[in-house]
């Protein structure tokens, strides 16, 4: 099995439709909590991405410049380059999607 990358995309401040939702990096290290107890000894990269200062990488400095440009909300989650979840992400989706990739949970 492939290890997946998952990146968590967002910004210090709030996005404008996310009130009352936890932050970009709160929404980072909960998934990551969530993701290592189902997937135990199952390796996959989680990484969180500031929108503002994307790394230099054209794939996450272009996705980031979508989510600026509002095409997407932020904390955007995104499994081997597809979106998973944006805004309020669904933990349900994101496990559906890990499977797919042959995770199993344990």
């Known amino acids: 099995m492939k290890s997946v990358e998952i990146c968590v995309y967002g910004a210090e401040i709030l996005c404008p439709s ?3 939702l936890p932050s970009a990096k709160e929404t980072y290290e909960w998934l990551d909590a969530a993701l290592k107890r189902k997937y135990q000894n199952q390796h996959f990269t989680i990484t969180y991405i500031d ?10 400095q272009e996705m980031a410049e979508k989510v600026l440009n509002d095409e997407y909300f932020y904390p955007l989650v995104v499994i081997d380059g597809t979106v998973v979840g944006e805004g309020n992400p669904r933990l ?11 995770y199993e949970s344990k």
Not at 92 to 99: N, V
Request: aromatic share 4%.
């Open 92 to 102: 349900k989706k994101i496990y559906e999607t890990m499977e797919q990739h042959g």
């Open 18 to 20: 996310c009130v009352n």
């Open 51 to 60: 929108i503002h200062q994307p790394p230099n990488n054209p794939k996450k």
